[in-house]
């Protein structure tokens, strides 16, 4: 397989807080790793570095994205590495996209930027991307702005815009905060598909029995930490560390409804992943 990201001791610092330590993974082309924990674990920050978008100061033993060296990429370097060799599905579709241009317009920026496709090519690019992300009437909804889509809708266009390039990765931070059941599933089916064209994909969520169900590798993380990592399917039946056993202890499957939910609840109804896999 294809190394897509290697990272070895990556740290990230703002001022005297070190909010990633030591952070080491690999991505392969066509997998996912989903890096779990709880907010302000540093999940999103770790993932915003393969972007050159930490926002913070970066030291790292290694820290390779699409086979070049990230450690000391001018900004030009990196605009010409995101969206088109690196992409992110942001978790807040509402905030993500600007409410006073058409989606079409938001998504054919990065075709401005790295193509010299016309304006009639980079429509018909936009359109296509809509429809493969399972837009309902792409073309008319690509006319509208952000406040006129739903939920689902609004996710969609940042799936599009995401793939739009041909990125060889895809990050996917929290990408079904705040949709409903049945477009959470829409989108890890998404997901799912976006690995299986062979691309790479990171994925950040705090929710295991979502993880289960597109994530190949799993690292867990604790204040800036991977505490536990390892395939998917150990992690998730064995786990080692006892704080990845909190977190699938807190899974809150198989409990009725108006009963506290806490660290200490065993769910009654494990959920599985995709090969049968359980969660308990």
Not at 41 to 50: D, E, F, I, N
Request: hydrophobic share 40%; with cysteine.
């Amino acid at each position: 397989m294809t190394t897509v990201a290697s990272v070895s001791n990556l740290s990230i610092r703002f001022g005297a807080l070190t909010a990633v330590k030591n952070v080491s993974f690999t991505l392969e082309a066509g997998s996912c790793l989903a890096l779990v924990g709880e907010s302000g674990s540093g999940k999103s920050v770790t993932a915003r570095a393969l972007l050159g978008l930490s926002g913070g100061r970066v030291n790292a033993k290694e820290l390779t994205v699409v086979g070049q060296d990230a450690r000391n990429l001018t900004d030009p370097q990196w605009r010409r590495l995101r969206g088109a060799r690196v992409s992110m599905i942001l978790q807040d579709a509402l905030m993500a996209l600007d409410p006073l241009r058409p989606i079409h317009r938001e998504i054919e920026d990065l075709l401005r930027e790295h193509t010299k496709l016309n304006r009639a090519q980079r429509h018909e690019r936009v359109i296509q991307a809509l429809t493969d992300a399972g837009m309902d009437e792409p073309a008319y909804r690509a006319q509208q702005r952000s406040p006129q889509l739903s939920g689902g809708m609004r996710q969609r266009a940042l799936i599009a815009q995401a793939l739009l390039g041909d990125p060889d990765m895809v990050i996917a931070d929290e990408a079904t905060t705040a949709l409903d059941t049945r477009l959470t599933a829409l989108v890890l089916d998404q997901l799912n598909g976006i690995k299986h064209q062979g691309r790479a994909v990171l994925m950040i969520s705090h929710d295991l029995a979502q993880v289960a169900q597109v994530a190949d590798d799993i690292a867990v993380m604790r204040q800036g930490e991977i505490v536990e990592a390892g395939p998917a399917a150990q992690v998730l039946e064995d786990p080692q560390h006892a704080y990845t056993q909190m977190l699938l202890r807190a899974i809150p499957t198989g409990v009725p409804r108006h009963q506290p939910l806490s660290i200490t609840t065993t769910p009654r109804t494990p959920p599985t992943g995709p090969s049968g896999l359980t969660l308990n």
